[in-house]
């Protein structure tokens, strides 16, 4: 590798200007730290280029533009300060994306005031310009690829002759950085059918990673993809994403509270639509580690404002869990979909048979103004299960599962309001709404945290209420301020 620093000064009037050209040549990757174009409070324009190998520290004053795939590597950090917008170039050959590769790390930790921001560098934004952002750790995942069993080749045509695409290892407690109010938007890219970069991979991230207080919007494919690990996250919101919010593959065990999720009714993928997604790998095998998630806390609100509102005719439902995942959703509000759960055994009886032998927990949750609460995609040949069974078994009182048939039930302020939404619960010990029957909180009664997946679960914190969102104090407040909603 050939490389070479320049540092200089340049005096503009009495106002001294540092500047700093930083130019990597490694096999024609180059990676360009740009001299200003003539200091003052613009700062200067940076772009990053391809391998990375030296740690870096992008600074609020500079504005930064992120052109092709670009790859921290060599164990260097990429230090973002609050307030910085990243944006990732809409033109050219090759789709900007920003990836971590296995033993580098991100720290953006941006604040409630000054949040980081990644976004499209387009004057008119739309959803797919760039690529989005790809941390790729070293905790177990249940794949194979050409480095070897427990490896994972990232999707989206990531890889590269270095192997900058590959995730996986052996090290859970794995720490990939922090990525904390941060908002990611317009960004997915559709490399082949079912090979796509979403707006934020987590691709064998271990427990040791930070990921709190973070926004996608505008999604061209998925808002988050867990790819196997062991990161937990809290305080996520989706808005307006155009395939599935939250995906969850090949070994994934972390643990997610708190979620916001927000669809648009015109806005879906033809791959059909989902809240949550979930294998344990593409193909619904035994491999192990199993995909084993715990969610808690999770407002999923649909395209449907009212049951004769239909939408996209590709949304599917609100959690579709298939091919042999084992994940379990605890405490949260379904709102709005076609159907609210369905369990899809139409590759085999795999995922029932996770249901029966409880290594998927369904408890606590409240299915509102969905035409089907609870579905059910048979095996071939059928097996004798179908959606009436399905529907009892998560429908018995141990569950603690409950129905609406409306959403105005549920008690949330604005939450169909997409440029000024309000998810605010109604405080009231009851929720009267004229022309639909009234009766105790939905919102505050029904939650528990007894069950062991929770009680034994040292990221969960207890809470009041179901949803994401609560009637009063900090978790009424979590999502306001760092969040962006509407154009």
């Known amino acids: 590798m050939k490389r070479i620093l320049l540092l200089s000064l340049v005096a503009v009037g009495a106002l001294a200007t540092s500047c700093r050209k930083i130019i990597v040549d490694d096999n024609n990757n180059t990676v360009i730290v740009q001299p200003p174009s003539g200091g003052g409070s613009g700062g200067q324009t940076i772009t990053l280029r391809g391998r990375i190998d030296t740690s870096l ?27 910085v917008t990243i944006k990732g170039n809409f033109t050219g050959a090759n789709v900007a994306a920003l990836i971590i590769t296995r033993g580098a790390k ?89 090979q796509e970069i979403n707006s934020l991979t987590l691709a064998a991230v271990g427990s040791r990673t930070r990921v709190e207080y973070v926004q996608v919007s505008y999604a061209k494919d998925d808002a988050f993809e867990w790819f196997g690990g062991t990161v937990n996250c809290r305080y996520l919101v989706s808005y307006k994403t155009q395939d599935d919010d939250f995906d969850s593959d090949n070994g994934y065990r972390g643990t997610v509270q708190f979620g916001l999720i927000v669809r648009d009714s015109s806005i879906a993928d033809v791959s059909r639509s989902e809240a949550f997604e979930s294998d344990n790998d593409a193909n619904g095998t035994v491999a192990t580690p199993k995909t084993l998630a715990v969610f808690s806390n999770v407002t999923a609100i649909g395209p449907r404002a ?53 290594s998927i927990r369904f408890r606590g ?114 999502y306001k301020g760092w969040t962006r909603f509407g154009n």
């Open 57 to 83: 520290t992008l600074t609020a004053n500079n504005n930064y533009i992120i052109d092709g795939l670009t790859y921290m590597v060599n164990n260097a950090t990429l230090t973002i300060q609050p307030g």
């Open 106 to 194: 991100i720290v953006a930790n941006g604040t409630a005031t000054a949040p980081i921001v990644f976004t499209s560098a387009s004057p008119n934004p739309r959803s797919g310009d760039w690529g989005g952002i790809v941390i790729c750790g070293r905790a177990p995942v249940n794949s194979s690829s050409t480095a070897g069993a427990g490896t994972f080749l990232v999707e989206g045509g990531v890889n590269n002759s270095f192997g900058d695409g590959i995730a996986g290892g052996t090290d859970a407690t794995d720490s990939s950085g922090v990525l904390r109010y941060v908002r990611i938007d317009y960004a997915g890219y559709a490399f082949n059918p079912d």
């Open 306 to 358: 009212t049951t004769s509102n239909i939408g996209n005719s590709l949304y599917l439902c609100g959690a579709q869990i298939r091919r042999n995942s084992a994940i379990s959703i605890f405490n949260s509000v379904f709102m709005g979909w076609p159907a609210g759960l369905l369990i899809d055994d139409s590759r085999g009886q795999a995922t029932w048979n996770n249901v029966t032998d409880s």
């Open 365 to 478: 949750n409240l299915i509102a103004g969905c035409a089907i609460p609870i579905n059910y995609a048979a095996a071939t040949p059928p097996t004798g299960t179908s959606a009436a069974i399905v529907s009892n078994h998560f429908m018995q009182p141990f569950f603690n599962n409950q129905i609406l048939a409306n959403n105005e039930q549920v008690g949330y302020t604005r939450p169909f309001d997409y440029n000024n939404p309000d998810f605010s619960p109604f405080a009231s010990a009851n929720v009267n709404i004229p022309g639909f029957p009234g009766g105790p909180n939905p919102i505050t009664n029904g939650f528990s945290f007894a069950d062991p997946k929770l009680a034994n679960n040292s990221f969960i914190t207890p809470v009041t209420f179901r949803g994401a969102v609560g009637p009063a104090g900090e978790f009424n407040n979590w």
